[in-house]
């Protein structure tokens, strides 16, 4: 089958899904339409948004369904019109199975990691903040429970010591992209040997949403794991922590890098400064020296461009 014989839709939402569809719009296949979601309001005026699926299908003349449910008889209407003969997920939402079966060669998605660990929304954040030093992309067929489809391919990449889940997003970004035009290659030749994954359990480690609560910084565990999970956070959802003013105040702060300070002794909690270019902080073992945060209701900044105008003498304690 020819690229162009070949019917793809694509779904997608974010930049991160924007890499997939542009690598196959560059490799000449024929995405015959591209689900996304529905304006946002955004802003401070409040106006509507695209998604960045759907600026970027809209400038090489795709066309866009943005449903606001995925069984709404006029979308599953205009979506079987389409005939695609594949379907293409990537960081899209949960499909139906009226959606995902419909296509005859099936539905596939990206997922970022390499599967079966890390199944569920947050896989990239949760491998960098369990301190791991690899992590991959996986594609695989979409069936009834969530990221547990055969897999059709997977590539590894390294998590190195100064990665963020920002740095590890947009290299997995890229690799992904490579990976789903490679998986649409054998499925177009008949090539696509899917391959059931592992119930191991030492392999299966899940990756569920993070919420606030699970962004705090608590101080009383070990450096290196409160390191990796402010990597594992940075630059989004963030580590937050807060400081405890001597006037009573609490003042909140997202922290998005520390580095490891071995040549001071804190307790947890406890921090140091010389009010110029350090903010030392004690956890359970170990200091860490903040080095990127952002104070509520400011911008984000380097230490040093913090304390030229913050004084930590005004700091009773780092909760």
Same mark, same amino acid.
């Given at each position: 089958?020819?690229n162009k014989d070949l019917r793809i839709v694509f779904m997608g939402t974010p930049d991160f899904a924007v890499e997939? =569809? $542009? !690598? *196959?719009?560059?490799?000449?296949?024929? #995405? %015959?339409g591209v689900v996304t979601a529905p304006d946002r309001p955004a802003g401070r005026g409040q106006k509507l948004k695209?998604?960045?699926?759907?600026?970027?299908?809209?400038?090489?003349?795709?066309?866009?369904?943005?449903?606001?449910?995925?069984?709404?008889?006029?979308?599953?209407?205009? =979506? $079987? !019109? *389409?005939?695609?003969?594949?379907?293409? #997920? %990537?960081?899209?939402?949960?499909?139906?199975?009226?959606?995902?079966?419909?296509?005859?060669?099936?539905?596939?998605?990206?997922?970022?990691?390499?599967?079966?660990?890390?199944?569920?929304?947050?896989?990239?954040?949760?491998?960098?903040?369990?301190?791991?030093?690899?992590?991959?992309?996986?594609?695989?067929?979409?069936?009834?429970?969530?990221?547990?489809?055969?897999?059709?391919?997977?590539?590894?990449?390294?998590?190195?010591?100064?990665?963020?889940?920002?740095?590890?997003?947009?290299?997995?970004?890229?690799?992904?992209?490579?990976?789903?035009?490679?998986?649409?290659?054998?499925?177009?030749?008949?090539?696509?040997?899917?391959?059931?994954?592992?119930?191991?359990?030492?392999?299966?480690?899940?990756?569920?949403?993070?919420?606030?609560?699970?962004?705090?910084?608590?101080?009383?565990?070990?450096?290196?794991?409160?390191?990796?999970?402010?990597?594992?956070?940075?630059?989004?959802?963030?580590?937050?922590?807060?400081?405890?003013?001597?006037?009573?105040?609490?003042?909140?702060?997202?922290?998005?890098?520390?580095?490891?300070?071995?040549?001071?002794?804190?307790?947890?909690?406890?921090?140091?400064?010389?009010?110029?270019?350090?903010?030392?902080?004690?956890?359970?073992?170990?200091v860490l020296n903040i080095t990127q945060l952002q104070l509520a209701g400011k911008k984000r900044m380097t230490i040093?461009?913090?304390?030229?105008?913050?004084?930590?003498?005004?700091?009773?304690?780092?909760?």
């Amino acid at each position: 089958m020819a690229n162009k014989d070949l019917r793809i839709v694509f779904m997608g939402t974010p930049d991160f899904a924007v890499e997939s =569809l $542009k !690598a *196959l719009v560059e490799n000449n296949y024929n #995405i %015959v339409g591209v689900v996304t979601a529905p304006d946002r309001p955004a802003g401070r005026g409040q106006k509507l948004k695209q998604s960045p699926v759907k600026e970027y299908a809209v400038s090489v003349d795709i066309p866009v369904l943005q449903p606001e449910k995925l069984k709404n008889e006029e979308f599953l209407s205009d =979506l $079987k !019109a *389409l005939k695609a003969d594949l379907q293409i #997920i %990537v960081a899209f939402r949960m499909l139906p199975e009226v959606v995902w079966s419909m296509p005859p060669l099936g539905s596939f998605n990206l997922h970022g990691s390499l599967l079966p660990r890390y199944r569920g929304a947050a896989p990239i954040n949760w491998a960098v903040i369990n301190g791991d030093k690899e992590t991959g992309v996986t594609t695989f067929f979409l069936k009834h429970e969530i990221d547990t489809g055969n897999i059709i391919f997977q590539e590894k990449m390294p998590v190195n010591d100064e990665d963020t889940a920002g740095t590890i997003h947009d290299k997995m970004m890229v690799l992904g992209a490579g990976l789903v035009v490679k998986t649409v290659k054998a499925i177009e030749e008949d090539a696509a040997e899917a391959l059931p994954q592992s119930n191991d359990e030492n392999e299966l480690r899940h990756a569920p949403k993070i919420f606030k609560d699970d962004c705090r910084i608590d101080w009383q565990k070990d450096a290196e794991a409160i390191r990796n999970h402010i990597r594992g956070l940075s630059p989004y959802p963030t580590a937050w922590t807060e400081f405890s003013m001597k006037n009573g105040k609490q003042i909140s702060c997202k922290v998005f890098f520390a580095d490891r300070n071995k040549d001071k002794q804190l307790a947890a909690g406890q921090f140091d400064s010389d009010n110029k270019t350090y903010l030392s902080v004690g956890t359970g073992s170990g200091v860490l020296n903040i080095t990127q945060l952002q104070l509520a209701g400011k911008k984000r900044m380097t230490i040093e461009e913090l304390l030229r105008g913050f004084d930590t003498e005004q700091i009773e304690n780092i909760l």
